[in-house]
């Protein structure tokens, strides 16, 4: 995932076999043991990177991680190939031996992490000036919303003297790094570089991912993960409205292709009455399928009981053995709850609804679900205008777009929808 213009997780480790304390009554009297699993992967990495400063004493932490990550190699996919999502295996699985020779580094320091929660909204109260999150000398790229064009620098450390030349490999873009080629003369010294990726083919709203590669003598390579999400245009995912009749204005910018909005009619779905039980492992799923031109949805899930609660997850359905994966965030675990996409792509769903514990005295939870699919048989409710339709536009400039609706039924919470070229849009939430 892209986490504060972070690519999360950073690195994999097989975590086989790792010396660590343990509880007693259920480890044969042991105090402590060698275990393996997920959970083992971190003190194999924490391990791993105090033997680094054995070597290298004086190295930062950052500097550590980077040789690190940088040295790491592609994880396998169940059938044995290699996995170059960095989603699954960040920079890759650690290389004890590779990690010892790096060549380059990308090092950063406190101040560097204070200008990067700056950038991030976040007041340390130190006076640092803030940096684009994205520019931060961390040896992973990520960018959450690149309109058309982006710019990204990097400052590199020399541990390996030495001529080095960058590669990018990232479908659907153009990339210029610059400068391309590298030359040092001696270890510790830095040179800084900007790479700009450009979108050509690669689809709006859909994340990219590939590499940045130096490569050096001796067989020496310095690679690091990229996780690009390309728009065409820039729109908030949901705008927020009430009343029967009435309008709401937001700001959308523009990147370099022609834009027309599109208006689609509030809907509301009709409301499904469900129950959660100890019984049934305090869940109830609900299947949904969305065809071709389905555009967006709102799921509303409301306790009958203003004191119970339950939360709400949407998730595409498992299919041949794989596992289902969520979209969007789950609901908070409350009285009620809503989970908003600005985007569904054709599909088979599930709306799962769960409850975690219940009310003293009762094993059970009844509550009302309401599925408000755009695009899709969904009655509607009123009727929606958006204006302009057929905006012109100066690529990076923002214009306001307004949606207006009237005649909706304001019993239930209604959802209109503002459709852009690129396939994406803007959820119009009226009294949800």
């Not at 609901?331 to 989970?339: C, D, K, L």
């Amino acid at each position: 995932m892209n986490q504060g213009a972070l690519i999360k997780p950073d690195i994999a480790a097989p975590g086989v076999g790792v010396l660590a304390a343990v509880a007693p009554p259920s480890n044969l009297g042991h105090d402590f043991d060698f275990l393996s699993g997920t959970s083992m992967a971190a003190p194999q990495i924490s391990g791993l990177a105090a033997l680094y400063f054995g070597v290298h004493p004086t190295w930062s932490p950052m500097a550590v991680k980077s040789a690190m990550m940088t040295t790491a190699v592609d994880t396998k996919t169940a059938s044995g190939g290699a996995n170059t999502d960095p989603y699954e295996q960040g920079s890759g699985e650690v290389d004890p031996a590779a990690m010892l020779n790096p060549g380059l580094v990308y090092d950063a320091s406190n101040t560097d992490w204070l200008g990067y929660e700056e950038g991030l909204g976040i007041d340390t109260g130190t006076g640092t000036d803030p940096m684009d999150p994205s520019n931060l000398n961390y040896p992973s790229i990520s960018v959450g919303k690149l309109l058309g064009s982006r710019t990204i620098t990097r400052t590199l450390t020399a541990v390996r003297p030495g001529v080095y030349r960058a590669s990018v490999k990232l479908p659907g873009f153009r990339a210029e790094v610059t400068p391309a080629t590298l030359r040092f003369t001696r270890a510790g010294q830095t040179a800084k570089v900007s790479i700009k990726l450009t979108r050509t083919t690669a689809v709006s709203g859909t994340p990219v991912t590939g590499f940045l590669t130096w490569t050096g003598s001796g067989q020496v390579t310095v690679r690091s993960p990229i996780a690009v999400t390309p728009y065409a245009l820039l729109a908030p995912d949901r705008v927020v409205g009430a009343g029967s009749e009435g309008g709401v204005s937001y700001s959308l910018t523009p990147g370099t292709e022609k834009v027309t909005l599109t208006g689609y009619a509030p809907v509301a779905g009709r409301p499904v009455q469900g129950e959660v039980s100890a019984a049934a492992d305090g869940e109830q799923d609900f299947a949904f399928t969305v065809p071709e031109g389905g555009k967006a949805g709102e799921f509303f899930v409301r306790t009958d009981n203003p004191d119970a609660k339950v939360a709400l997850l949407i998730w595409t359905a498992p299919t041949d053995g794989r596992p289902g994966q969520m979209m969007g965030d789950l609901s908070a675990y409350a009285h009620q709850g809503r989970v908003s996409l600005s985007s569904l792509p054709p599909g088979k769903y599930l709306a799962s609804v769960f409850a975690f514990d219940y009310l003293e005295g009762t094993s059970s939870t009844k509550f009302t679900l309401q599925s408000n699919l755009v695009g899709m048989d969904t009655p509607t409710t009123g009727t929606f205008t958006v204006s302009p339709t057929r905006p012109a536009t100066e690529p990076g400039v923002p214009f306001t777009a307004t949606g207006k609706w009237s005649g909706v039924n304001t019993t239930a919470p209604a959802t209109a929808y503002i459709g852009y070229p690129d396939g994406t849009g803007t959820l119009v939430s009226i009294g949800g």
